[in-house]
C-alpha cells in the first residue's frame, strides 16, 4: 500500500469519528416531548395547614384579586364570636382564576371573610344568614370549595 492511500484512510477514518461524534442529541420531538412539570404546591409549616378555595361570583365567573380572611371563632360557653384582625389574621388574594391559597393556618373554627373588611367584604353564610363556621382539622390541605359571594358581584 502507498503512503497517500495510507493518509487517505486514516483521515476517512479520523472523519468518521469526529462526524460520529457530531451526531445531533436526542432531544424531545413533539410526538415524544414530555409536558412541564408544575410548580410545587406551597405548604404550611410543620404542624400548619394550607387552606384552599375558590372564589365565584352568583353568576359562576371567578372573582380575581380580592382578600379571603379566616376570622377565628372565639367560644365561651355554646356562645362564639369571630375576631378578624387584618394584621394577624390569616388570608390572601385570589389569583386571576379565583383561586386562594391561605399558609400557616391553625387547626380551629373561623369564619370566611371575602372582601376588604374596612370597606366592601361579604362573610359567607349559611342559608338561614348565620355566618357559618368551618371546622378546619389539622390536615396537611384543607379544600374549602368554592364559596359564591353575591355582594361583590364583580
Same mark, same amino acid.
Given at each position: 500500500?502507498?503512503?497517500?492511500?495510507?493518509?487517505?484512510?486514516?483521515?476517512?477514518?479520523?472523519?468518521?469519528?469526529?462526524?460520529?461524534?457530531?451526531?445531533?442529541?436526542?432531544?424531545?420531538?413533539?410526538?415524544?416531548?414530555?409536558?412541564?412539570?408544575?410548580?410545587?404546591?406551597?405548604?404550611?409549616?410543620? $404542624?400548619?395547614?394550607? %387552606? @384552599?378555595?375558590? *372564589?365565584?361570583?352568583?353568576?359562576?365567573?371567578? +372573582?380575581?384579586?380580592? /382578600?379571603?380572611? !379566616?376570622?377565628?371563632?372565639?367560644?365561651?360557653?355554646?356562645?362564639?364570636?369571630?375576631?378578624?384582625?387584618?394584621?394577624?389574621?390569616?388570608?390572601?388574594?385570589?389569583?386571576? $382564576?379565583?383561586?386562594? %391559597? @391561605?399558609?400557616? *393556618?391553625?387547626?380551629?373554627?373561623?369564619?370566611? +371573610?371575602?372582601?376588604? /373588611?374596612?370597606? !366592601?367584604?361579604?362573610?359567607?353564610?349559611?342559608?338561614?344568614?348565620?355566618?357559618?363556621?368551618?371546622?378546619?382539622?389539622?390536615?396537611?390541605?384543607?379544600?374549602?370549595?368554592?364559596?359564591?359571594?353575591?355582594?361583590?358581584?364583580?
Amino acid at each position: 500500500m502507498k503512503s497517500g492511500s495510507l493518509i487517505r484512510i486514516t483521515i476517512c477514518f479520523f472523519l468518521m469519528i469526529i462526524f460520529g461524534a457530531c451526531e445531533s442529541p436526542n432531544y424531545p420531538t413533539e410526538e415524544t416531548s414530555v409536558p412541564p412539570t408544575p410548580p410545587p404546591f406551597p405548604t404550611s409549616e410543620p $404542624n400548619k395547614i394550607t %387552606v @384552599i378555595g375558590k *372564589v365565584v361570583s352568583s353568576s359562576g365567573q371567578p +372573582v380575581p384579586q380580592v /382578600p379571603v380572611w !379566616l376570622a377565628e371563632v372565639v367560644r365561651q360557653g355554646d356562645e362564639g364570636v369571630y375576631v378578624l384582625d387584618s394584621r394577624s389574621s390569616p388570608g390572601a388574594y385570589t389569583d386571576i $382564576n379565583g383561586v386562594f %391559597v @391561605i399558609l400557616n *393556618v391553625n387547626a380551629g373554627e373561623y369564619v370566611i +371573610v371575602v372582601g376588604d /373588611p374596612e370597606a !366592601l367584604y361579604e362573610i359567607i353564610a349559611e342559608p338561614s344568614g348565620k355566618a357559618r363556621v368551618w371546622n378546619i382539622p389539622p390536615t396537611q390541605i384543607f379544600d374549602i370549595g368554592e364559596l359564591k359571594v353575591t355582594l361583590l358581584g364583580r
